[in-house]
């Protein structure tokens, strides 16, 4: 005996609206098939009728004698209890099998199951050597009626569907009743695939839709998600859609805590599949009291109001549209949507008049721009922008005022629409003008040819990662290059603002400055003074740096106006040194060895 099932696990949702159904022609090819829908009209579940007891009753009746050697059955029911509770057994007398609502029990053990705590789809195929003919049917439990469980639509084929048309089927009763599917692209009886898994991947949860699709007699023109209560979308009296024309819609299963003035961190994405004119005048219900993770009625108490945000990109950086709620039997609606332009969604509570602020630091090339946007109000707008630096009044009717190469300090923003609403707020530019970085243009091997290239940081801390580069390829990640190869080097430091600083030298063999010092003794003893001594062609600032062989700075001093003069100092720790000597331009590299 062959079995294969998939249960897919989603919420319930109730709503009157009535739509009506074409006649179906993709389960023709079955033959005898039992196909039961709803006709329950004063019960809906997303939007369409459920089966309510005179649909069971005609369903057993309907299915005597055809639980035989083959068949598949879809079935999609909804549970209110956390309890496990009896849906239905099909059984003749050689074999039974029970369908409960978190198991499918067989007559010869329990098979687990995906818990399906409210709603689900249930996908079920048999195939298997006899069967008997006495006691040949379906039961149904009505106690599973009685207590808070929703029978939605029953379809047995007698023979085991092939995959392609299991996902068909799959992909009609999860449009149909607002139930996703679980990691799994959406088929159409035209064998198109409407909605990719692998392409959406990133927004994969509560995967919801509207549609057409003549051949198997669905016309979803509503549709709210079984586990997600809180928003509806759908076509207005006026629009029709074409058969084979799909609007679905899914997240990315982000929090939804309410916070005042800040975008929700859910975010939706909306796909198209056929003719976006079907889908141009959307109205979305939003009910608060869902949508949000433990929901205070600040909508009812405060004088915010809940937005729905637009935008090209899912980062909601780039162009984005603001469309205000409006109150309505309870429900917060949307007019007038149109996804074909913004394929991204959010929500997000703020007052009726407030300013859309774009703060752009652009650290690396130090400017900073402002933008402005007024969302709500009515033009033209007064906006006052002001700092102990800069002061500007400015009247304006476009739909964004811009201000550049705004400088580091503290502002004060205010905007007064035409009807006197306004708006205030405050932000800060920070002076990141503070790091410099000095790395001389020329580096000298030692006599020994070698060299430890550091660049001199004022503030190091800034400094994310390090890469020196020659001949295009990454030699070193450390904060010090110890090197022995001559050519053309790059440094380049990617800063913890975000913006990468590159500076470029070269080594050098020999330089006319190499020959203009000397040090004596070298070697030299454990704390025993050596000598520097300077013989330049003129006067110079000089810097000498001594490193370990690990790159460790074990000495900094600082010499003015040096020509010809003699350094001294001395090391306490046997080993090997590098002493470089640094003009403005050139870094020269000399080995002392302590014994």
């Known amino acids: 005996m062959r079995v294969s099932f998939q249960l897919i696990v989603a919420l319930p949702f109730l709503l009157l609206f009535s739509i009506e159904c074409v006649a179906q022609d993709f389960f023709q090819k079955f033959g005898a098939i039992t196909h039961y829908k709803g006709s329950d009209t004063l019960n809906r579940y997303n939007f369409n009728p459920m089966l309510n007891f005179s649909d069971i009753e005609k369903l057993e009746q309907a299915h005597k004698g055809k639980f035989q050697k083959?068949?598949?059955?879809?079935?999609?029911?909804?549970?209110?209890?956390?309890?496990?509770?009896?849906?239905?057994?099909?059984?003749?007398?050689?074999?039974?099998?029970?369908?409960?609502?978190?198991?499918?029990?067989?007559?010869d053990g329990l098979e687990n199951k995906v818990e399906p705590f409210y709603g689900s789809i249930l996908s079920y195929q048999f195939s298997r050597d006899s069967y008997g003919r006495k006691n040949n049917g379906l039961t149904i439990s009505k106690g599973f009626i009685g207590e808070q469980g929703k029978l939605l639509e029953y379809i047995f084929l007698p023979d085991v569907v092939t995959d392609l048309d299991q996902a068909k089927i799959e992909s009609y009763l999860s449009l149909k009743f607002g139930i996703s599917l679980y990691k799994t692209s959406y088929l159409s009886t035209?064998?198109?695939?409407?909605?990719?898994?692998?392409?959406?991947?990133?927004?994969?949860?509560?995967?919801?839709?509207?549609?057409?699709?003549?051949?198997?007699?669905?016309?979803?023109?509503?549709?709210?998600?079984?586990?997600?209560?809180?928003?509806?979308?759908?076509?207005?009296?006026?629009?029709?859609?074409?058969?084979?024309?799909?609007?679905?819609?899914?997240?990315?299963?982000?929090?939804?805590?309410?916070?005042?003035s800040t975008l929700l961190k859910r975010k939706w994405r909306v796909h198209y599949f056929g003719e976006k004119d079907d889908f141009e005048n959307l109205q979305m219900e939003v009910d608060p009291i869902f949508l949000f993770e433990k929901y205070d009625n600040r909508l009812e108490s405060t004088d915010n109001v809940l937005w729905l945000v637009l935008s090209k990109t899912t980062d909601f950086k780039s162009e984005k549209k603001y469309v205000k709620s409006v109150k309505k039997n309870g429900k917060l609606i949307f007019e007038k949507i149109n996804f074909s332009e913004h394929a991204y969604f959010s929500f997000l509570i703020a007052p009726e008049f407030f300013v859309q602020k774009d703060l752009v630091l652009s650290i690396c090339e130090q400017t900073n721009q402002l933008k402005v946007t007024p969302i709500g109000g009515v033009a033209p707008y007064l906006l006052k922008l002001t700092s102990e630096q800069f002061n500007d009044e400015f009247q304006f009717t476009e739909p964004d005022y811009i201000q550049s190469n705004l400088?580091?300090?503290?502002?004060?923003?205010?905007?007064?629409?035409?009807?006197?609403?306004?708006?205030?707020?405050?932000?800060?530019?920070?002076?990141?003008?503070?790091?410099?970085?000095?790395?001389?243009?020329k580096w000298v091997l030692s006599d020994e040819n070698e060299i430890i290239i550091f660049p001199n940081i004022s503030n190091p801390n800034q400094i994310l990662n390090y890469e020196w580069i020659s001949n295009k390829e990454m030699v070193s990640s450390s904060s010090t290059l110890k090197t022995g190869q001559t050519g053309a080097y790059q440094l380049r430091l990617k800063l913890a603002n975000g913006c990468v600083e590159t500076r470029d030298f070269e080594i050098v063999s020999e330089d006319v400055l190499t020959n203009q010092i000397s040090i004596y003794p070298n070697s030299t003893a454990s704390g025993q003074l050596f000598y520097v001594d300077f013989d330049l062609s003129e006067p110079k600032d000089i810097t000498v740096f001594i490193h370990d062989m690990a790159g460790k700075m074990i000495l900094n001093?600082?010499?003015?106006?040096?020509?010809?003069?003699?350094?001294?100092t001395s090391l306490t720790v046997s080993g090997t040194y590098l002493l470089t000597v640094s003009t403005d331009k050139t870094t020269v590299a000399k080995r002392i060895i302590v014994k």
């Open 557 to 568: 001093e600082q010499l003015t106006a040096i020509q010809d003069s003699q350094f001294k």
């Open 190 to 260: 035209s064998n198109d695939t409407i909605w990719n898994y692998k392409k959406n991947e990133d927004f994969a949860s509560r995967v919801t839709g509207i549609g057409r699709d003549d051949q198997i007699g669905l016309y979803q023109r509503k549709s709210v998600n079984s586990e997600m209560k809180a928003i509806s979308i759908g076509v207005d009296s006026l629009h029709s859609i074409s058969n084979h024309n799909y609007l679905i819609w899914s997240d990315n299963d982000g929090s939804t805590t309410i916070q005042e």
């Open 70 to 107: 083959s068949g598949s059955l879809f079935f999609a029911f909804e549970s209110l209890q956390e309890e496990e509770v009896q849906v239905l057994a099909m059984k003749d007398s050689k074999n039974s099998i029970t369908i409960t609502s978190k198991h499918v029990l067989f007559s």
């Open 407 to 441: 400088t580091a300090g503290n502002y004060f923003l205010e905007i007064t629409d035409a009807f006197q609403n306004h708006y205030s707020t405050s932000f800060t530019i920070i002076d990141n003008t503070g790091l410099t970085i000095d790395l001389k243009e």
